[in-house]
Nanobody
Framework: QVQLIESGGGLVQAGGSLRLSCAAS????????MGWFRQRPGLEREFVAA????????YYADSVKGRFPISRANAKNTVYLQMNNLKPEDTAVYYC????????????????WGQGTQVTVSS
């Protein structure tokens, strides 16, 4: 398994941008697919975006498609979530997660999780 630490959350006005980073420990980062999930107040954790091991394939929830590109830098053991045109409904705790083999939009199968970073979007 890998250990994951998210950063980059904060308070931003609607229409603004943030970039979340997720730093992974361990030498096997490049063998994992990576995902971002979020948990909005009063709701269950939901899928946001995922990327395969080499960054050549990505997948997005409809709610963020075209606004939140995901990327990774295997040389830096880091995955990113660039969050553009933020909306108040994007307010949530954002988690990164690692999954062996192919990515998925289901939380089950992701074997490592970060502690989460808070994103708050004001209207």
């Amino acid at each position: 398994q890998v250990q994951l630490i998210e950063s980059g959350g904060g308070l931003v006005q609607a229409g603004g941008s943030l970039r979340l980073s997720c730093a992974a420990s361990g030498r096997t980062f490049s063998s994992y697919a990576m995902g971002w999930f979020r948990q909005r107040p009063g709701l269950e954790r939901e899928f946001v975006a995922a990327i395969n091991w080499n960054g050549r394939s990505t997948y997005y929830a409809d709610s963020v498609k075209g606004r939140f590109p995901i990327s990774r830098a295997n040389a830096k053991n880091t995955v990113y979530l660039q969050m553009n045109n933020l909306k108040p409904e994007d307010t949530a705790v954002y988690y990164c997660a690692a999954k062996p083999d192919q990515y998925s939009d289901y939380a089950n199968g992701y074997t490592s999780w970060g502690q989460g970073t808070q994103v708050t979007v004001s209207s």
